[in-house]
C-alpha cells in the first residue's frame, strides 16, 4: 500500500458517496475522501489530509462529470457547510439518503440486516425555504455586524442574507435584526472576553404564521427599542425571549430563558391537532415533512385501544399525542422541563385525560413507571443524533415492550442501536423521509415486532 501526503495529487474514480455527502475512491489501496465529488466521476484531485489509512482530498478538476451533477443554485454553497449535496440532483439525493442507510447496516451488520426492507426515501415536492428554525451567529467584524453560520470547520463567520434552505420569513426578520443592531449598537459577542449577544433563533409556526424570537446572551441585555421596531414590521412575531449563557462552550442556550414581550408560546398544527411551542421547546425543522414523518411512525407502531404507550424523548409531546385517541394510555419523559410543561398544556388543550408527562431521563423514569406497575405495550424513541442511551437500551431488552418504533435522525447510531434490539425485535422495514433536503441527513422510522 502507498501512503499519500499532504498536497499530493492523484487521480481517482469515484465508486459512492459516504454517510457526509462526500465522494469516495480508492488509490493503491487507500480510501480516499473526496468532498464534492460524485459517484461514476473521474477527479483529478489534492490531498488536504493524510491520517495513516484515513485520507481527504479537495477537487482540483473534473475530468468526466456525473450525469446527475447540477450548479448549486446557493451563493453560500462553498463557504458556509450548511448544505453539502446541492450539487446533486434532487432525485438522486432521495436515493443517496437510501444508499446511507445501506451502508450504516453493513458497518454495524444488526441480525438478518441484510433482509431488512428498505424503503424509497419520502421526498419533498419543492426541497427548498423548509426550515422553520433559524439560529444564527452574531459578531462584530470590523464596523460590520455578521449574522449567519460559521464557515466548515471553523469560527470564521458568514454573513448569510438569503438562506436557500430557510424559511423566507425567518431570513428576512433576521435580516431586519442586522440592521438593528447595528442602528442601536448592541454589544456582540467578543470569543475571548465572553461577553455580548451570541445568537438569534427566530422560529415561524407555519399553519399558525406565529413568529418566536429568542436572543441569547452573555449578559443581560437592553431589547427594548429592537423589539418595539420589530414588532412593529412583523405582526407574525408573537413571542420575544432572552436567553443568558455564561457557558465558554458550544453549547447554544443557557439555563435561565425571560419572555421580554409577547406571550409564552406559539401555536402550531401537526396531524391536524394544534400544539404550543415555548421558546426552549424541541420541535422538527421541516413542518411540511414532519406530517409525513409522524404519520409514518403512526402506521409503523399498529396500536389498539387497549394499548399503554411510553413516548421516550417526547418534547412537546406530538408524536404520543397522536396516538392519544387511539389507545388506553399515552406516557413521555423528556429532560427539558418546558417541553414537558407545553405537552401537558397541550395534553389539556386536546382534552386528553390518559397522558402523563414527567421530566427526567428515560432510563431513570421507566423503571420507576414499571415499579408502580405501569406496563407498555408500545414504546416510541425519537432520540437526538447520538442515538439511545446505553442504560435505556438495556431496559428495552429487558422490558421487551410487544411494539417499538424507532425515529432517527442520525444513520450510523440507528445502525448501531439495532445491533442490541434485534436480539429481541423482528426488523420489519425501514421508512427514510428527507427531512433535510440538500444536506446528508435523513429521518428514518423503524417499525420493529417482539420476536
Same mark, same amino acid.
Given at each position: 500500500?502507498?501512503?499519500?501526503?499532504?498536497?499530493?495529487?492523484?487521480?481517482?474514480?469515484?465508486?459512492?458517496?459516504?454517510?457526509?455527502?462526500?465522494?469516495?475512491?480508492?488509490?493503491?489501496?487507500?480510501?480516499?475522501?473526496?468532498?464534492?465529488?460524485?459517484?461514476?466521476?473521474?477527479?483529478?484531485?489534492?490531498?488536504?489530509?493524510?491520517?495513516?489509512?484515513?485520507?481527504?482530498?479537495?477537487?482540483?478538476?473534473?475530468?468526466?462529470?456525473?450525469? *446527475?451533477? =447540477?450548479?448549486?443554485?446557493? +451563493?453560500?454553497?462553498?463557504?458556509?457547510?450548511?448544505?453539502?449535496?446541492?450539487?446533486? /440532483? $434532487? @432525485?438522486?439525493?432521495?436515493?443517496?439518503?437510501?444508499?446511507?442507510?445501506?451502508?450504516?447496516?453493513?458497518?454495524?451488520?444488526?441480525?438478518?440486516?441484510?433482509?431488512?426492507?428498505?424503503?424509497?426515501?419520502?421526498?419533498?415536492?419543492?426541497?427548498?425555504?423548509?426550515?422553520?428554525?433559524?439560529?444564527?451567529?452574531?459578531?462584530?467584524?470590523?464596523?460590520?455586524?455578521?449574522?449567519?453560520?460559521?464557515a466548515e470547520n471553523s469560527h470564521r463567520l458568514i454573513d448569510i442574507k438569503d438562506c436557500l434552505v430557510q424559511d423566507q420569513l425567518?431570513?428576512?426578520?433576521?435580516?431586519?435584526?442586522?440592521?438593528?443592531?447595528?442602528?442601536?449598537?448592541?454589544?456582540?459577542?467578543?470569543?475571548?472576553?465572553?461577553?455580548?449577544?451570541?445568537?438569534?433563533?427566530?422560529?415561524?409556526?407555519?399553519?399558525?404564521?406565529?413568529? *418566536?424570537? =429568542?436572543?441569547?446572551?452573555? +449578559?443581560?441585555?437592553?431589547?427594548?427599542?429592537?423589539?418595539?421596531?420589530?414588532?412593529? /414590521? $412583523? @405582526?407574525?412575531?408573537?413571542?420575544?425571549?432572552?436567553?443568558?449563557?455564561?457557558?465558554?462552550?458550544?453549547?447554544?442556550?443557557?439555563?435561565?430563558?425571560?419572555?421580554?414581550?409577547?406571550?409564552?408560546?406559539?401555536?402550531?398544527?401537526?396531524?391536524?391537532?394544534?400544539?404550543?411551542?415555548?421558546?426552549?421547546?424541541?420541535?422538527?425543522?421541516?413542518?411540511?415533512?414532519?406530517?409525513?414523518?409522524?404519520?409514518?411512525?403512526?402506521?409503523?407502531?399498529?396500536?389498539?385501544?387497549?394499548?399503554?404507550?411510553?413516548?421516550?424523548?417526547?418534547?412537546?409531546?406530538?408524536?404520543?399525542?397522536?396516538?392519544?385517541?387511539?389507545?388506553?394510555?399515552?406516557?413521555?419523559?423528556?429532560?427539558?422541563?418546558?417541553?414537558?410543561?407545553?405537552?401537558?398544556?397541550?395534553?389539556?388543550?386536546?382534552?386528553?385525560?390518559?397522558?402523563?408527562?414527567?421530566?427526567?431521563?428515560?432510563?431513570?423514569?421507566?423503571?420507576?413507571?414499571?415499579?408502580?406497575?405501569?406496563?407498555?405495550?408500545?414504546?416510541?424513541?425519537?432520540?437526538?443524533?447520538?442515538?439511545?442511551?446505553?442504560?435505556?437500551?438495556?431496559?428495552?431488552?429487558?422490558?421487551?415492550?410487544?411494539?417499538?418504533?424507532?425515529?432517527?435522525?442520525?444513520?450510523?447510531?440507528?445502525?448501531?442501536?439495532?445491533?442490541?434490539?434485534?436480539?429481541?425485535?423482528?426488523?420489519?422495514?425501514?421508512?427514510?423521509?428527507?427531512?433535510?433536503?440538500?444536506?446528508?441527513?435523513?429521518?428514518?422510522?423503524?417499525?420493529?415486532?417482539?420476536?
Open positions: 500500500m502507498v501512503y499519500l501526503k499532504v498536497g499530493q495529487k492523484i487521480p481517482l474514480k469515484i465508486k459512492k458517496m459516504g454517510i457526509n455527502g462526500e465522494g469516495i475512491g480508492n488509490f493503491k489501496g487507500q480510501t480516499v475522501f473526496v468532498k464534492g465529488a460524485l459517484p461514476k466521476e473521474e477527479v483529478y484531485s489534492v490531498i488536504t489530509k493524510a491520517q495513516g489509512r484515513y485520507v481527504e482530498a479537495e477537487i482540483v478538476n473534473i475530468n468526466k462529470k456525473s450525469r *446527475q451533477r =447540477v450548479d448549486p443554485a446557493c +451563493k453560500y454553497y462553498e463557504e458556509c457547510g450548511g448544505c453539502q449535496i446541492m450539487h446533486l /440532483e $434532487y @432525485p438522486a439525493q432521495l436515493e443517496f439518503k437510501r444508499d446511507i442507510l445501506k451502508q450504516s447496516l453493513q458497518k454495524f451488520k444488526p441480525e438478518g440486516f441484510s433482509d431488512y426492507e428498505l424503503r424509497p426515501t419520502m421526498g419533498m415536492k419543492e426541497p427548498w425555504h423548509y426550515r422553520n428554525k433559524l439560529q444564527f451567529q452574531t459578531r462584530q467584524f470590523k464596523d460590520k455586524v455578521n449574522v449567519g453560520l460559521y425567518t431570513q428576512s426578520i433576521i435580516n431586519t435584526i442586522r440592521n438593528l443592531i447595528s442602528k442601536y449598537k448592541l454589544p456582540l459577542f467578543d470569543e475571548r472576553r465572553n461577553q455580548g449577544l451570541r445568537t438569534v433563533m427566530v422560529r415561524h409556526a407555519m399553519k399558525s404564521d406565529q413568529v *418566536q424570537l =429568542v436572543f441569547i446572551s452573555s +449578559k443581560n441585555i437592553n431589547l427594548d427599542r429592537i423589539s418595539k421596531d420589530l414588532v412593529a /414590521e $412583523y @405582526p407574525q412575531i408573537k413571542t420575544i425571549a432572552l436567553n443568558i449563557n455564561t457557558k465558554k462552550s458550544s453549547e447554544i442556550y443557557g439555563q435561565h430563558t425571560e419572555i421580554i414581550w409577547g406571550q409564552e408560546a406559539i401555536n402550531e398544527e401537526v396531524l391536524g391537532y394544534e400544539f404550543s411551542l415555548s421558546p426552549r421547546a424541541f420541535y422538527q425543522l421541516n413542518s411540511m415533512q414532519t406530517n409525513v414523518l409522524y404519520q409514518e411512525a403512526i402506521n409503523a407502531l399498529d396500536v389498539s385501544e387497549n394499548d399503554n404507550i411510553i413516548d421516550a424523548y417526547c418534547g412537546v409531546g406530538t408524536i404520543g399525542l397522536a396516538f392519544a385517541s387511539k389507545v388506553k394510555s399515552v406516557r413521555g419523559m423528556d429532560v427539558i422541563a418546558q417541553g414537558i410543561d407545553d405537552a401537558k398544556k397541550n395534553a389539556e388543550i386536546l382534552g386528553f385525560d390518559n397522558t402523563h408527562y414527567e421530566v427526567g431521563q428515560a432510563e431513570d423514569v421507566i423503571p420507576k413507571w414499571y415499579k408502580e406497575g405501569y406496563r407498555a405495550d408500545a414504546i416510541i424513541v425519537d432520540p437526538p443524533r447520538t442515538g439511545l442511551d446505553d442504560k435505556l437500551l438495556d431496559l428495552i431488552v429487558e422490558y421487551k415492550p410487544e411494539k417499538m418504533v424507532y425515529v432517527s435522525c442520525n444513520v450510523s447510531t440507528l445502525a448501531r442501536d439495532l445491533v442490541k434490539l434485534a436480539q429481541v425485535y423482528n426488523v420489519e422495514y425501514l421508512q427514510s423521509v428527507d427531512m433535510f433536503p440538500q444536506t446528508a441527513r435523513t429521518e428514518c422510522v423503524v417499525k420493529l415486532t417482539r420476536k
